[in-house]
């Protein structure tokens, strides 16, 4: 079954329309909570008078950040998030005070009658700025200025990798913000009874929002039961906690009612937390053959108003630079600053996509320098498996070679790089990406994915997990995982998936870790069930389990011909005295942390590697740039449902394509969004989307469930840089700064280069 | 508020609406309907994309009001009983679907435009899709699904035509 395509097992009722989003479940006598936001970028909340809007029939409580004191974030080091604004209040839109009612009209009136008096503090918007302002203090716990953290990574001789070198490049880049923009809206419903507090969330993490819940409201965690519906895309925009799962539950325990909060469009974009902007410098030294000898990269990440995973950013920007490539020495500094912006934090590719873009571009102006093939100074640099790179990052598995081989193949590199006439091109960029993080989030030694597997006489069984299908497929996934172990038809599973009150911890979907980790669990569950089964329709059958095999929902012995058992008789056989028949699993990585100060960012149990080819037409009058298409080939170890897997690929591929030419995510000059609905942030429709041919490689890495590794993010980072190579290639210009835009392509041509 | 009455699936209704209500706030908060999705209140997305007379509407704009006595199309009245519509079918064999947020809206903008052209083009259906936004797919496994209706729908039309 592994390796064929499946049809996912949610698929029927998301075209039906009957799949249950957050959004689409309704309570009996559910409220409706709204947020009111602040207007300003930088200010004291000196007073909020919230006793007009009390007063309003139909209103039922409001509440404010005296409410919710207990301040909360995302990593051990960045607590410093309030549900509503306390005393102060670090970006326009940020929530400063809540009210429930009976609808939604009702609602958006009371938020009107809501006063703020607000005491303007000036605002930093610039992060270089941050870095230097000593007068204005966005988070107190800023180490200097506004820098939140600075870090600075060295391994190997950098020094002497420099002086080997035969040709050196310094260049800068630059990469603008850019938002998930998942369909769905953020959405809560919270409901208190004598039971305790359960939270319906769109979530991409029901644990850590189990935690933080905990933490604010003190209440202890089996008080709390936290769900995650159907989720209508997450892309990191719902990895971490977030104010209305707060306020939802604060309201509904003053209500004693349910309580439903759901953000519209300009508030999911006041949540962001997507990807940083960065400015970076980047200086390379090679051999004349091209063999890299040393790197050093500085980045400077405009973080917005808050930590959330921004620290995490900060490190994979220079710990995942010493992969698909072998790099003998790094020198990494980097710095995160607070600016009242919309915080960033985790999305698509975490950390890589930005570092990645300038890597890839730089080492095509290298191999162009020395005149070599873009194709061919990337397979002399490549790492291969076996591989420990200098940051102590171990390869498991690599199938970066052949990535590029088949994406270059797959545009007609040869015959065409080059050669194409004025105003068409193809380039190719390379990546790879963690399949999960080997560290948890927050130090603690659970395994980071737990599963467990019941049987029942009926033929079936029943997958628990807490990982959180976010739409790109986990529940599949494990249906499939425990389909193949126990030689099931994928009917036969069911899958119960996140929810704190009835499935095991799971540490979410992040940093592209489900696959690999409850993957891997799932398997350990589903085969110590089959052991079971086996040694129960041993006995039964007087026969040894070494004869015994299982096919297609049948127990027989080996080639006999004869069914010996069904599934369902067998879980009988194997229920023995009554108890009833489970398997566990659980997968914690090894420990692969780098005994340095930040060498818990960065390892993993596999990386995933990619090539991606572009082929790009400019119209060198107005610069406009046309992608036709993006060959992306992946090495994910192992596809496990092919169809699946392709659908990862081309979205991310798709993504990477919106980034590079479409989506800003930037605030004004008072730090108001310029982007703040569907009609100004521009990404992708059907339209703009280039073809994609997705080209999976099957490394099959040797600790991946059925050799499979991360396939949903790592795809993202070669589109970027693979586009702009082919600009070059077309049109004889260098774009350092993202998104490209026609102006500046234009610009650069009739200045005739970079 | 007002009394109205229009057809939803099939199925006569009557409800009670204010006069800024929209189809789409109709559809998911008094009939039930949440097949229909809200994604930007701003006719932006497409997510609540509906077939108002068979033609594909945005019902996150259209006052309720306006549909006194037409005939409204959800997704959940696209189904024949247990039977997929074959766009249905298309898009979960393919793998179109990821999220599913989009889908509704993306399966009805896709069969109104099937309706009326049942040998498209690729270009064709990137544009006919053009008002339905997704973020998970990349739009490559979208557009060969509705190809695969189309060959389906070609199909039985001829089978039926034979008849």
């Not at chain 2, 509407?57 to 005939?71: A, E, M, T």
């Amino acid at each position: 079954m592994i390796g064929k395509s499946q049809p996912r097992i949610d698929g029927v009722s998301k075209v039906r329309g009957t799949a249950m989003y957050t959004d689409d479940i309704r309570l009996p006598g559910m409220l409706v909570g709204k947020l009111l936001r602040s207007p300003h970028a930088h200010a004291r909340v000196l007073h909020v008078d919230t006793s007009a809007a009390e007063a309003l029939p139909g209103v039922k409580a409001v509440i404010t950040g005296r409410d919710l004191p207990i301040a909360y974030g995302m990593l051990p080091v960045s607590q410093d998030e309030h549900a509503l604004a306390v005393d102060v209040v670090r970006h326009v839109g940020e929530p400063v005070a809540a009210v429930a009612a009976m609808d939604e009209r009702i609602a958006s009136r009371a938020l009107d009658l809501i006063n703020v008096d607000y005491e303007l503090l000036p605002a930093i918007l610039d992060p270089s700025e941050a870095l230097v302002r000593n007068d204005v203090k966005i988070q107190d716990r800023a180490v200097e200025a506004n820098v939140e953290r600075r870090v600075r990574l060295v391994f190997g001789d950098v020094e002497d990798g420099f002086r080997r070198a035969v040709h050196v490049r310094k260049d800068r880049f630059t990469k603008k913000g850019a938002g998930h923009a998942s369909l769905e809206p953020h959405a809560a419903i919270a409901s208190f009874t004598q039971d305790g507090l359960t939270l319906w969330t769109a979530t991409q993490v029901p644990h850590y929002v189990h935690r933080t819940l905990a933490r604010v409201l003190q209440m202890p965690m089996e008080r709390i039961r936290v769900i995650k519906p159907t989720l209508g895309g997450g892309f990191g925009g719902k990895g971490e906690p977030m104010p209305l799962e707060l306020v939802a539950s604060a309201l509904a325990v003053r209500c004693g009612r349910p309580v439903k909060i759901t953000y519209d469009r300009e508030e999911v974009f006041f949540t962001n937390r997507g990807r940083h902007a960065y400015t970076m410098e980047l200086e390379t030294g090679v051999t004349a053959e091209g063999l890299i000898t040393a790197v050093r990269f500085s980045c400077l990440l405009d973080g917005g108003a808050y930590g959330s995973f921004g620290v995490v950013t900060l490190y994979y920007s220079g710990q995942l630079l010493t992969l698909p490539y072998h790099v003998p020495a790094l020198e990494f500094q980097g710095a995160r600053v607070f600016t009242n912006k919309p915080a960033c934090g985790a999305q698509r590719g975490h950390g890589g996509v930005a570092p990645r873009f300038a890597f890839e571009v730089q080492l095509d102006r290298i191999a162009s320098d020395l005149g070599l093939d873009p194709v061919e100074i990337r397979l002399r640099n490549q790492v291969r498996s076996g591989d420990v790179t200098i940051n102590e990052l171990k390869v498991t598995s690599c199938g970066f070679g052949e990535c590029v081989e088949a994406a270059a193949e797959a545009v007609g590199w040869s015959r065409r790089r080059g050669r194409l006439p004025r105003g068409r091109g193809v380039g190719l960029a390379g990546g790879a990406y963690v399949s999960g993080a080997a560290l948890p989030i927050y130090f603690n030694d659970m395994p980071h994915s737990n599963v467990v597997i019941t049987a029942d006489r009926d033929g079936g069984v029943t997958v628990l997990s807490g990982a959180a299908d976010i739409g790109q497929g986990s529940d599949t996934m494990l249906a499939l995982v425990a389909a193949e172990v126990l030689s099931l038809p994928m009917e036969a599973v069911r899958v119960v998936a996140a929810d704190t009150g009835i499935t095991p911890v799971d540490l979410g979907s992040y940093s592209s870790r489900v696959t690999f980790m409850a993957g891997n669990a799932c398997r350990q569950a589903a085969e110590e069930l089959r052991d079971k089964l086996f040694a129960g329709a041993a006995e039964k059958l007087g026969l040894a389990v070494e004869d015994l095999e299982l096919r297609a929902g049948v127990i027989q012995k080996i080639s006999a011909a004869e069914p010996a058992m069904s599934f369902g008789e067998a879980v009988a056989a194997a229920e023995g005295a009554g108890v009833p028949l489970t398997g566990v699993g659980g997968y914690r990585p090894p420990d692969l942390a780098g005994r340095y100060k930040g060498g818990g960012v960065g390892p993993s149990p596999a990386y995933s590697f990619g090539a991606h080819a572009a082929e790009v037409e400019v119209d060198e009058l107005t610069g406009e740039v046309r992608v036709i298409r993006l060959a992306a080939a992946h090495d994910l170890g192992r596809a496990l449902n092919p169809v699946a897997a392709e659908g990862q690929v081309e979205g991310a591929a798709v993504m990477g394509f919106g980034e590079t030419l479409l989506e800003i995510h930037e605030v004004d000059g008072h730090g108001r969004l310029k982007a703040s609905d569907f009609l100004e942030y521009k990404f992708p429709t059907s339209l703009d989307a280039p073809e994609v041919e997705s080209l999976l490689v099957e490394s099959n890495d040797p600790q991946g469930p059925f050799g499979a590794k991360e396939v949903g993010e790592g795809s993202l980072h070669p589109a970027i840089p693979a586009i702009i190579n082919a600009v070059y290639d077309a049109a004889g210009v260098w774009i350092h700064d993202l998104p490209l835009q026609p102006h500046t392509v234009r610009a650069a041509i009739s200045r005739g280069g970079s | 508020m007002r009394i109205l009455r229009f057809t939803v699936n099939g199925d006569l209704v009557e409800i009670g609406a204010n006069d800024s209500e929209t189809l789409l706030e109709a559809l998911r908060d008094r009939l039930g309907l949440t097949g229909t999705k809200r994604g930007c209140d701003l006719g932006a997305c497409g997510a609540c994309t509906v077939l108002l007379d068979g033609r594909p509407i945005l019902s996150c704009l259209l006052p309720v009001w306006r549909v006194q006595g037409r005939v409204v199309t959800t997704i959940e009245g696209l189904a024949e009983g247990p039977k997929l519509h074959l766009l249905q079918e298309a898009f979960h064999m393919a793998g179109a679907v990821q999220c599913g947020f989009c889908t509704p809206g993306m399966i009805l903008s896709a069969k109104a435009y099937l309706d009326t052209n049942l040998n498209p083009a690729q270009g064709d259906i990137r544009e006919a899709l053009a008002g339905n936004l997704c973020r998970c797919t990349g739009y490559v496994k979208v557009v060969e699904a509705v190809k695969l209706a189309a060959t389906w729908m070609r199909d039985t039309t001829e089978r039926e035509a034979a008849r």
